[in-house]
């Protein structure tokens, strides 16, 4: 652990001190500010000659201030703000990195630098900063071009019924949870027995003509739903406890079941929709995830331009072999001869170009029942 430990800090200081772009990409902003307003005590690396003063000395190199604040540029805010608030931090920071130079040293010392394996990890290290630069670069421009243009949530779900269709049986249900407390010590819920005379009474008031819902916000002890009626829209009931679950596929819509008993306690229960899978769903359930879609979308669309604009400046091929048949598209060897200028003609009528995609991200939503 305290390995491990050592070599998380210290290699974020390495970093720190490999990189040192002129300018850095806007994402970096919030934590400028984090640490112009922190203490005074916590200076740049551009620090006076007077404060820059040697505080070690490792083998032959001279380790000063301005080398541990480097470093800390290249930690979290919060990391930061650890090591202002804590001088007990600060110190451990500083013996970290000190032993970090002394592993670092004695590496050197055993010629490790000039090793095949450390030349191929530094060149790919190399090839990682540099394509960093290269987006620190071109960060503001691609943000420009991501920026959302206002769409219509309406017009887009309309025009695009295909993204909107449920994948699996889903179903909208309210409820009320009774809480049974699962032992004695436990401090959150009821007993079964008080549960049950709790349930008498909500149903009794179900009778006279209540609705589910706005009871829900009296009785349920369900923080999720409490506030909405006991609702829970449009959920794959696999996602659910089993019982719940077969309660939601077997009653029928709108009306309130026997209770049902979970691992949480007593559920009272009410199917509002069932949509079969294929079904479109409802708009108002997916407004929400419209701006997020057409977000992703946009961000595709700008990545993909921009590699491809790369690509009319640099010569790009990937050869990828045929899917179809057993036939396979010839990948061409490095020790191939040219092809002539005929054959290259050939060769660009048969073989397909395929540009790396970059995906976009997805988030996938649990519901869970409490």
């Given at each position: 652990m305290l390995c491990?430990?050592?070599?998380?800090?210290?290699?974020?200081?390495?970093?720190?001190?490999?990189?040192?772009?002129?300018?850095?990409?806007?994402?970096?902003?919030?934590?400028?500010?984090?640490?112009?307003?922190?203490?005074?005590?916590?200076?740049?690396?551009?620090?006076?000659?007077?404060?820059?003063?040697?505080?070690?000395?490792?083998?032959?190199?001279?380790?000063?201030?301005?080398?541990?604040?480097?470093?800390?540029?290249?930690?979290?805010?919060?990391?930061?703000?650890?090591?202002?608030?804590?001088?007990?931090?600060?110190?451990?920071?500083?013996?970290?990195?000190?032993?970090?130079?002394?592993?670092?040293?004695?590496?050197?010392?055993?010629?490790?630098?000039n090793t095949d394996h450390f030349k191929k990890k530094l060149a790919s290290a190399a090839d990682q900063i540099v394509a960093s630069e290269l987006m620190s670069k071109e960060n503001e421009s691609l943000k420009k071009k991501i920026e959302q243009v206002p769409i219509d949530p309406k017009a887009y779900y309309e025009a695009h019924p295909d993204k909107f269709q449920a994948t699996a049986d889903t179903y909208s249900a309210r409820h009320i949870l009774v809480k049974v407390k699962a032992n004695e010590q436990d401090p959150v819920g009821i007993s079964d027995a008080e549960a049950k005379v709790k349930l008498a009474k909500i149903q009794a008031e179900l009778k006279t003509g209540k609705k589910l819902a706005d009871l829900a916000a009296v009785y349920s002890d369900d923080p999720g739903s409490k506030d909405k009626g006991g609702l829970y829209e449009n959920f794959d009931p696999g996602q659910m406890v089993p019982e719940f679950g077969n309660a939601v596929r077997t009653q029928a819509v709108g009306v309130v079941g026997e209770p049902v008993k979970t691992q949480f306690g007593y559920h009272l229960v009410e199917v509002t929709a069932k949509a079969p899978k294929g079904t479109l769903k409802p708009f108002e359930s997916v407004s929400k995830d419209i701006q997020q879609m057409t977000q992703s979308e946009r961000q595709e669309k700008v990545w993909t331009e921009y590699l491809d604009g790369i690509k009319k400046e640099i010569p790009f091929d990937y050869y990828e072999e045929a899917k179809t048949g057993e036939t396979k598209a010839d990948v061409p060897a490095k020790s191939a001869p040219k092809a002539s200028a005929e054959s290259k003609k050939t060769d660009a009528s048969t073989k397909k170009t395929a540009a790396p995609a970059k995906k976009a991200d997805s988030a996938a939503t649990t519901k869970k029942n409490n």
């Amino acid at each position: 652990m305290l390995c491990a430990t050592l070599f998380t800090i210290a290699s974020l200081s390495l970093v720190a001190q490999t990189a040192k772009p002129e300018t850095k990409p806007e994402l970096k902003t919030q934590e400028k500010v984090s640490v112009a307003a922190g203490s005074s005590k916590v200076q740049t690396p551009a620090a006076s000659a007077t404060e820059n003063k040697i505080i070690a000395k490792v083998g032959d190199e001279m380790v000063r201030e301005s080398d541990i604040e480097q470093g800390l540029q290249g930690l979290s805010s919060q990391q930061r703000q650890q090591m202002e608030s804590s001088p007990e931090s600060r110190q451990h920071y500083i013996k970290s990195y000190l032993e970090f130079r002394l592993l670092v040293a004695k590496a050197k010392k055993l010629g490790l630098q000039n090793t095949d394996h450390f030349k191929k990890k530094l060149a790919s290290a190399a090839d990682q900063i540099v394509a960093s630069e290269l987006m620190s670069k071109e960060n503001e421009s691609l943000k420009k071009k991501i920026e959302q243009v206002p769409i219509d949530p309406k017009a887009y779900y309309e025009a695009h019924p295909d993204k909107f269709q449920a994948t699996a049986d889903t179903y909208s249900a309210r409820h009320i949870l009774v809480k049974v407390k699962a032992n004695e010590q436990d401090p959150v819920g009821i007993s079964d027995a008080e549960a049950k005379v709790k349930l008498a009474k909500i149903q009794a008031e179900l009778k006279t003509g209540k609705k589910l819902a706005d009871l829900a916000a009296v009785y349920s002890d369900d923080p999720g739903s409490k506030d909405k009626g006991g609702l829970y829209e449009n959920f794959d009931p696999g996602q659910m406890v089993p019982e719940f679950g077969n309660a939601v596929r077997t009653q029928a819509v709108g009306v309130v079941g026997e209770p049902v008993k979970t691992q949480f306690g007593y559920h009272l229960v009410e199917v509002t929709a069932k949509a079969p899978k294929g079904t479109l769903k409802p708009f108002e359930s997916v407004s929400k995830d419209i701006q997020q879609m057409t977000q992703s979308e946009r961000q595709e669309k700008v990545w993909t331009e921009y590699l491809d604009g790369i690509k009319k400046e640099i010569p790009f091929d990937y050869y990828e072999e045929a899917k179809t048949g057993e036939t396979k598209a010839d990948v061409p060897a490095k020790s191939a001869p040219k092809a002539s200028a005929e054959s290259k003609k050939t060769d660009a009528s048969t073989k397909k170009t395929a540009a790396p995609a970059k995906k976009a991200d997805s988030a996938a939503t649990t519901k869970k029942n409490n």
